[in-house]
């Protein structure tokens, strides 16, 4: 089974609108650790925002949300007010404590529309 | 503060040589991670090396290896190269390990393709 499931290959957004990215995840490990990444065409992998397994409340970085539902092994990304710049591939990834293994899903392709 | 840099950023070599890839960490940090891109299989994790000790390893064989040296700079070798290396092979840098969520930055990647 997939451990990281991304299942938008694309998505487009209006500019100044919000968007949610999909993340679902697969593990039996009590402790992980949920990550998001963006990947403009420049190659350059950027950090976004982190979702420990036992904190209690949604992370939150400036325009950057992780809506953590724990029960549902979802930790979609929320993005408001999108900017033409948000355009780029969006990667989830999860880091199980036992094993110490890191996956990542295989990303979704957001494009943002003026 | 300078950030993660990669050497070389692209490579060609042909089946059965061998490649090996640096990565300077920023300064400061003492994990560096590797991992590997590929359109057909994404991103997967290669190892995580900290304080000249690798921490964390994904599952590729053991043809792919590295190591750390006391300045926290990485290198990433593979050996008997196969079509299917070809990649780009990113490089991530973070103050602890990965395992305590610290964030990753990550270098411009070495594009490595394999003839």
């Known amino acids: 089974a997939q451990k990281i499931t991304q299942t938008q290959p694309g998505m487009f957004v209006q500019e100044k609108e919000a968007v949610t990215l999909d993340c679902t995840y697969d593990t039996s490990d009590p402790s992980y650790g949920l990550f998001w990444y963006k990947q403009p065409s420049s190659g350059e992998m950027i950090f976004l925002i982190y979702?420990?397994?036992?904190?209690?409340q949604n992370a939150t970085e400036g325009r950057y949300s992780l809506n953590f539902q724990k029960a549902r092994k979802s930790a979609n990304l929320v993005i408001s007010a999108s900017q033409l710049g948000d355009s780029a591939m969006y990667f989830c990834a999860m880091r199980e404590n036992t094993g110490n293994q890191f996956y990542f899903g295989t990303g979704t392709s957001l494009t943002v529309i003026p | 503060k300078a950030g993660v840099t990669q050497t070389p950023r692209y490579l060609i070599k042909t089946r059965g040589q061998q490649v090996t890839l640096s990565c300077s960490p920023i300064s400061g940090h003492r994990s560096v991670s590797w991992y590997q891109q590929t359109p057909g299989q994404g991103l997967q994790f290669l190892f995580e090396y900290f304080s000249e000790t690798q921490r964390n390893k994904g599952n590729f064989p053991g043809r792919f290896s590295g190591r750390q040296f006391s300045n926290s700079r990485s290198e990433m070798n593979v050996s008997t190269l196969e079509l299917g290396d070809s990649a780009l092979y990113l490089c991530?840098?973070?103050?602890?390990?990965?395992?305590?969520?610290?964030?990753?930055?990550f270098g411009p990647g070495t594009r490595l393709t394999v003839l």
């Open positions: 979702q420990g397994s036992y904190d209690q």
């Open positions: 991530a840098s973070s103050f602890s390990t990965i395992t305590r969520g610290n964030e990753q930055f």
